[in-house]
């Protein structure tokens, strides 16, 4: 069965740290995998985007890396900001029939002053 | 911005009533998606539509139906609502199929059935 699997659910940290959220697959075949942030009380909002010949990719503070190997990957946030704060959601494409895509739970992330 | 709307923005109802949740867009995406998002579960598929009036099942369609009948409108509806229809709604477009390309959400409908 096609999963997506993020930990940890929740995490607090102080603004400035940095801090890394996982994710794992049992999706197959790999197409490609999104990450996406969540404000509260809005819609997700596509931070990266991983294919399969990628292995890190970056997007300002956040880093992105895929482990097609292992079906692993992790978001990896540099000197956190409040603004930050934010519910994260990995998004895994498969490439065969019928609707393509799974969502994870997602991690919220709390950053505190 | 993907230009989504959606309306309403809020909404509280009773048990056995029919909603109507509307999404609208300005970017000619031909692909839309309805989406409930549940504390603990990942954003969960409805329905989606492919084209005008060509529409499919997602994994939780029990008990919601939808048309599309332009390119930029997208209706949800729930004949009558459920206490276990209570939940936040997203609406997504995207350029390309099964949801693989980039998705572009809307600001969420939130429902509550009483």
């Known amino acids: 069965k096609n999963q997506v699997e993020q930990s940890p659910q929740s995490l607090i940290i102080l603004e400035g740290k940095n801090c890394t959220l996982q994710c794992n697959y049992t999706v197959s075949p790999f197409s490609n995998l999104r990450w996406y942030k969540q404000d509260t009380g809005r819609g997700p909002v596509s931070l990266t985007i991983?294919?399969?010949?990628?292995n890190t990719k970056s997007n300002g503070r956040y880093t992105a890396t895929l482990d097609a190997d292992t079906k692993q990957s992790s978001l990896h946030i540099t000197a956190s900001q409040l603004s930050d704060s934010a519910s994260y959601i990995c998004?895994?494409?498969?490439?065969?029939?019928?609707?393509?895509?799974?969502f994870g739970a997602g991690t919220r992330l709390f950053v505190k002053a | 911005d993907a230009g989504i709307t959606q309306s309403p923005r809020h909404k509280v109802t009773e048990t056995g009533t029919p909603v109507t949740l509307r999404c609208h867009q300005t970017?000619?995406?031909?692909?839309m998606y309805w989406y409930r998002q549940d504390p603990g579960h990942g954003l969960r598929l409805i329905h989606y539509?492919?084209?005008?009036?060509?529409?499919d099942k997602g994994e939780v369609s029990d008990g919601y139906s939808v048309s599309r009948s332009k390119t930029e409108d997208f209706l949800l509806t729930l004949e009558s609502a459920t206490s276990s229809q209570t939940s936040v709604y997203f609406c997504?477009?995207?350029?390309?199929?099964?949801?693989?390309?980039?998705?572009?959400f809307g600001e969420g409908s939130r429902l509550t059935v009483l």
């Open positions: 991983m294919t399969f010949s990628e």
């Open positions: 997504a477009t995207g350029g390309t199929s099964g949801g693989t390309g980039e998705l572009f």
């Open positions: 998004v895994v494409s498969h490439n065969t029939g019928g609707f393509k895509t799974i």
């Open positions: 539509s492919y084209g005008v009036k060509d529409t």
């Open positions: 970017e000619n995406h031909r692909y």
